[in-house]
């Protein structure tokens, strides 16, 4: 599972935010969307997302809308999820 964190650069207009949700219902649609948001406490927000790898993760936030245009700028990070299944990574 992958994550990109979005750093605001410019104020959003309505119509790329209306193209960023575009993006995320695409994502929900192919089951690969996990969880997103704007933070409240940062001028920015996060996408969490199944890839097959970080060059795929890549290639999804960049055609991002909010990142296409400009609006923000990103990071990748590579996130190994903790569940009960696996004792939350205790081994």
Do not use: W
């Not at 695409?26 to 933070?39: M, R, S, W």
């Amino acid at each position: 599972m992958y994550i990109y964190l979005m750093e605001n650069l410019k104020p959003l207009t309505e119509q790329v935010v209306k193209l960023h949700v575009d993006h995320l219902k695409k994502l929900k649609e192919q089951d690969q969307l996990v969880l997103c948001g704007p933070f409240i406490d940062y001028p920015g927000g996060m996408v969490v997302i199944r890839a097959q790898d970080i060059v795929e993760a890549t290639e999804i936030a960049q055609k991002d809308p909010f990142i296409q245009s400009g609006y923000k700028s990103f990071e990748i990070r590579t996130i190994q999820e903790a569940h009960e299944e696996n004792n939350y990574l205790l081994s």
